[in-house]
């Protein structure tokens, strides 16, 4: 047993509290203590600072695109950066051959603007070269015709550029058409749009009696159905239908083009209970990248069909472009504007002209079900038209307070309406990925 005579004082105040015990009594400290004194208080203190565990190396999301270098032509692969600019600015040789200098310097940090300061060619040429040599690269591994291939050899690179979204074999068979037809730049922009837009039209009228294996089919298809944009008769209508016949290659194509050039149902007489000879309004599905493409636009203000008719009797009556930059001006502010190509039906509704928005397809008066699916679309309106005339027009009205409807004059006039809100004149479907059906005038009511 302890006492307090039992324990000596300390008399060193330098010597740490427990160093008797850990001396003398060693057993009373592992009894009170859970750990050892001697050896955690006597452990040396070491100032040396433990290494923090290093952050990870950020890693470089964006790296900029570096094309691969093309392949040189043999008599070019020993020259320098200088050297090859030089084959450039005097443009030594054929311009496929030095056109895969261009991606080289690219890969050694030369900018196309660099580049159009020592040679001259500028950036857009640059790009057109590039492409043009890989597109006619591509025409040789397919093995189309030398004598066709041998038309490129001393120029043709803008036609080769224009031909550059096609497949490999519809290439070969694009530039036997534009060499055996002397196209220019814009001819074979022109078919090869064509030729890329035939597939999808496969529910456009007339469109079985084309074949897409020929190039010219495709570009008649494409001035077929310009003409169908048109009003009958008219100079434009006329004038599509003649170059449609004029490039169509197969007999059925002619045979079909001729028809509706020679008038075809057009020609026959009104009938008012007949479908086939109603006021025809174009129904059109918009094309991605379509609007960016045109060379004439129009815009127009959008109302919303949920919306009382006081927002479409207040929207801008005219807008209008004007200036260097054709810069666009409004009568008046508005919050809805939208861009559509300057179709024909369009080209006329500078003022007057307003936009209609409805999320359900089922306000038009076309018959069969399958065009509903819930989709929405943009009613294009006259509203300089808006005396009920023609039964077989069709207007925009508000009838009964149950909200905007399309409809037939005749219809209109059952129910005693004299002035709608004004003439439909164009039906704007919305852009798909895939192809889709198209209306054709039979699915009218």
């Known amino acids: 047993m302890l006492s307090s005579t039992s324990l000596n004082p300390i008399t060193n105040p330098k010597i740490p509290f427990f160093s008797s015990f850990s001396i003398q009594n060693p057993s009373l400290l592992s009894f009170h203590l859970p750990f050892s004194p001697s050896k955690t208080l006597l452990k040396p203190i070491s100032a040396t600072l433990i290494p923090s565990t290093p952050p990870p190396q950020q890693q470089q999301l964006y790296q900029p695109f570096r094309p691969p270098p093309s392949p040189l032509p043999p008599k070019f692969r020993s020259l320098d950066a200088q050297g090859r600019l030089d084959v450039l600015a005097n443009r030594n040789g054929l311009w496929f051959e030095y056109a895969p200098l261009i991606p080289s310097l690219y890969q050694e940090g030369f900018s196309p603007p660099s580049i159009e300061e020592i040679t001259g060619i500028t950036g857009v040429e640059q790009n057109r070269l590039i492409v043009a040599s890989q597109v006619r690269g591509s025409l040789i591994q397919s093995k189309t015709d030398e004598d066709v291939m041998s038309f490129f050899d001393t120029g043709g690179a803008e036609l080769l550029y224009e031909i550059r979204l096609l497949s490999a074999s519809q290439r070969a068979e694009a530039v036997r058409y534009i060499v055996e037809n002397g196209l220019d730049a814009k001819g074979a922009q022109d078919l090869a749009r064509a030729m890329k837009d035939f597939p999808r039209r496969k529910m456009d009228k007339g469109w079985k009696s084309f074949e897409y294996g020929l190039p010219g089919d495709c570009l008649s298809f494409m001035y077929y159905r310009l003409s169908r944009e048109h009003r009958n008769?008219?100079?434009?209508?006329?004038?599509?239908?003649?170059?449609?016949?004029?490039?169509?290659?197969?007999?059925?194509?002619?045979?079909?083009?001729?028809?509706?050039?020679?008038?075809?149902?057009?020609?026959?007489?009104?009938?008012?209970?007949?479908?086939?000879?109603?006021?025809?309004?174009?129904?059109?599905?918009?094309?991605?990248?379509?609007?960016?493409?045109?060379?004439?636009?129009?815009?127009?203000?959008?109302?919303?069909?949920?919306?009382?008719?006081?927002?479409?009797?207040?929207?801008?009556?005219?807008?209008?472009?004007?200036?260097?930059?054709?810069?666009?001006?409004?009568?008046?502010?508005?919050?809805?504007?939208?861009?559509?190509?300057?179709?024909?039906?369009?080209?006329?509704?500078?003022?007057?002209?307003?936009?209609?928005?409805?999320?359900?397809?089922?306000?038009?008066?076309?018959?069969?079900?399958?065009?509903?699916?819930?989709?929405?679309?943009?009613?294009?309106?006259?509203?300089?038209?808006?005396?009920?005339?023609?039964?077989?027009?069709?207007?925009?009205?508000?009838?009964?307070?149950?909200?905007?409807?399309?409809?037939?004059?005749?219809?209109?006039?059952?129910?005693?309406?004299?002035?709608?809100?004004?003439?439909?004149?164009?039906?704007?479907?919305?852009?798909?990925?895939?192809?889709?059906?198209?209306?054709?005038?039979?699915?009218?009511?």
């Not at 059952?414 to 919305?430: A, D, Y």
Request: hydrophobic share 40%; glycine share 8%; proline share 5%.
């Open 233 to 445: 008769p008219s100079e434009q209508r006329t004038a599509a239908l003649m170059q449609a016949l004029q490039v169509a290659e197969s007999e059925s194509a002619k045979k079909e083009v001729s028809e509706e050039l020679e008038g075809g149902e057009d020609e026959k007489p009104e009938k008012d209970d007949d479908l086939e000879y109603r006021v025809r309004v174009p129904v059109v599905r918009m094309q991605f990248g379509e609007v960016a493409e045109a060379t004439s636009v129009v815009v127009l203000p959008v109302c919303m069909a949920e919306e009382d008719t006081k927002e479409l009797l207040e929207a801008p009556l005219e807008c209008r472009s004007g200036g260097d930059f054709g810069v666009v001006e409004a009568e008046k502010g508005w919050k809805r504007w939208v861009v559509l190509p300057s179709w024909e039906p369009l080209a006329g509704l500078r003022h007057g002209g307003v936009v209609v928005a409805f999320s359900d397809a089922r306000v038009i008066p076309w018959k069969s079900n399958r065009w509903y699916k819930e989709e929405a679309i943009l009613v294009v309106m006259d509203r300089n038209r808006k005396e009920v005339e023609v039964d077989a027009a069709f207007y925009l009205a508000m009838v009964d307070g149950g909200g905007l409807k399309v409809d037939t004059g005749s219809a209109l006039k059952e129910m005693g309406v004299k002035e709608s809100l004004g003439t439909v004149v164009l039906v704007v479907r919305p852009p798909k990925e895939e192809s889709d059906d198209q209306l054709s005038d039979e699915d009218w009511e």
